[in-house]
């Protein structure tokens, strides 16, 4: 990182959760530069929309990085496991941090910045955690957690007098309370609250995720795309997904006619979409086609006809719906 600037240049990773929102609003009162850059993720329910105000009304330029295969292939695989999910989140802070590193020299900037507050989440923010990510993203002693600096060893941005270290705070643990109090002295207002995030920590979610590498083995954009739409069962290892609503049947329907993916829809009632992502036989068609008929609007005690599309043809399937406890011996 270029180091020998007038005025030093600081890029803050702007998650656009209040931690990262204050660490933004504390190192502005430095003497610093400031850019920022917000990471999405193909499981990240960020909203960009509340980045991008956040950075005008702080008046800081703002990237906007996705990482994508690269992501998959460590949610897919984690050198340092996972947390309390599927969420390998120390793993995935070391692909940020460098990436950031790349941008931080790009732009010209010194040190990076985060929003991290020691001990507030138990598997990547630890003090061994934070060392472990900054040694191997290659930046040791180039991270700034002002909302914790003080309880951490100086950083290279305060050795060098870049910040002042007295300026910085000595916040530890999970409770909210000394952020919440710091957001209405800064008048930080509308951000959002801490459940929302990275779907690999939903017990639900996570659960599709492991069944999905246990049954593929490697995860691709597709996936993690279907990964997210519908409800998931699995007929004798073969994936099914039926669609919720007219949006998820759609897609569904759109992903099915571009990968020619074999799908069933009921023929006289409204229903769901049903992709079968895989080799299909007469059973796993007929259970395919049950669960349709379940979830759509026609009658649950009589045959209906559904209808089977594939590549090279159409046919009629006829089908009594699954019972509620047939269907969760086969729900992900």
């Known amino acids: 990182m270029e180091t020998s600037i007038q005025r030093p240049k600081a890029l803050v990773l ?19 530069d400031v850019e920022a850059v917000h990471f999405i993720t193909p499981f990240y329910k960020g909203d960009c929309d509340s980045v991008s105000r956040f950075s005008r009304d702080f008046g800081i330029k703002l990237h906007v990085v996705f990482l994508g295969q690269e992501f998959l292939d460590i949610v897919a695989n984690p050198p340092h496991g996972y947390g309390s999910q599927m969420n390998p989140c120390i793993d995935c802070r070391i692909l940020m941090f460098r990436k950031a590193k790349e941008l931080a020299n790009k732009i010209g900037a010194s040190f990076l910045v985060t929003g991290e507050v020691l001990d507030e989440r138990p598997f990547s923010q630890r003090l061994r955690a934070m060392q472990l990510i900054e040694r191997e993203a290659g930046l040791e002693g180039k991270i700034l957690r002002p909302l914790s600096a003080k ?15 007295e300026k910085l705070l000595a916040i530890r643990g999970k409770r909210r309370t000394p952020q919440i109090k710091l957001a209405a002295k800064y008048g930080i207002k509308n951000y959002p609250t801490p459940s929302g995030g990275c779907l690999l920590n939903d017990p639900a979610f996570a659960r599709r995720v492991r069944d999905h590498l246990e049954h593929e083995g490697r995860l691709t954009l597709k996936d993690a795309i279907l990964l997210m739409i519908g409800r998931h069962f699995r007929i004798n290892g073969v994936k099914i997904i039926v669609g919720r609503n007219m949006d998820e049947n759609n897609r569904l329907l759109a992903i099915a006619e571009q990968n020619q993916i074999p799908y069933l829809v009921v023929k006289e009632y409204k229903g769901p979409i049903t992709l079968i992502m895989g080799e299909t036989n007469p059973n796993i068609i007929e259970k395919a086609a049950a669960i349709t008929v379940r979830y759509s609007d026609a009658p649950k005690n009589i045959p209906v006809n559904v209808l089977y599309r594939r590549k090279n043809g159409e046919s009629e399937v006829t089908a009594i719906a699954l019972n509620d406890e047939q269907i969760n011996r086969l729900r992900i």
């Open 14 to 32: 702007l998650s656009g959760g209040l931690d990262s929102l204050l660490a933004t609003r504390i190192i502005l009162d430095q003497d610093v």
């Open 151 to 165: 309880l951490l060893p100086p950083t290279e941005a305060e050795r060098m007098g870049w910040v002042n270290r």
